[in-house]
């Protein structure tokens, strides 16, 4: 059974930092996208960055260009969002995700999904 676990969630305040993670286990990813999403108070899911299968390719939403970082660890199945600058409408639940495509931009969506670690940024 495939999990992907999150962790590194919290509280933060305005301008502070966060790293997330997302442990997969039951497979590995390695030649897959690899993704994540967040879902702010009373709004839909949305996507926030992604990287293809060897790392060569990074995808942002515009919200958090240049504040955050998407990297991998294949040795480790797992992977990472590193998050700078927080501002309040980071606030959110954050889902770790993974697509069954190597090259897939994850903007549209994923195949798999963690159950999400809660992020709040406050002033």
């Known amino acids: 059974q495939v999990q992907l676990l999150e962790s590194g969630g919290g509280l933060v305040q305005v301008g502070g930092s966060l790293n997330l993670s997302c442990a997969a286990s039951?497979?590995?990813?390695?030649?897959?996208?690899l993704g994540w999403f967040r879902q702010p108070p009373g709004k839909e899911r949305e996507f926030a960055a992604s990287?293809?299968?060897?790392?060569?390719?990074?995808y942002y939403a515009d919200s958090v260009k240049g504040r955050f970082t998407v990297s991998r660890d294949d040795a480790k199945n797992t992977w990472y969002l590193q998050m700078t600058n927080l501002k309040p409408e980071d606030t959110a639940v954050y889902y770790c995700?993974?697509?069954?495509?190597?090259?897939?931009?994850?903007?549209?969506?994923?195949?798999?999904w963690g159950q999400g670690t809660q992020v709040i940024v406050s002033s």
């Open positions: 990287i293809n299968w060897n790392g060569g390719s990074t």
């Open positions: 039951g497979r590995t990813f390695s030649r897959n996208a």
């Open positions: 995700a993974a697509s069954k495509s190597a090259i897939a931009t994850m903007m549209s969506g994923a195949d798999y």
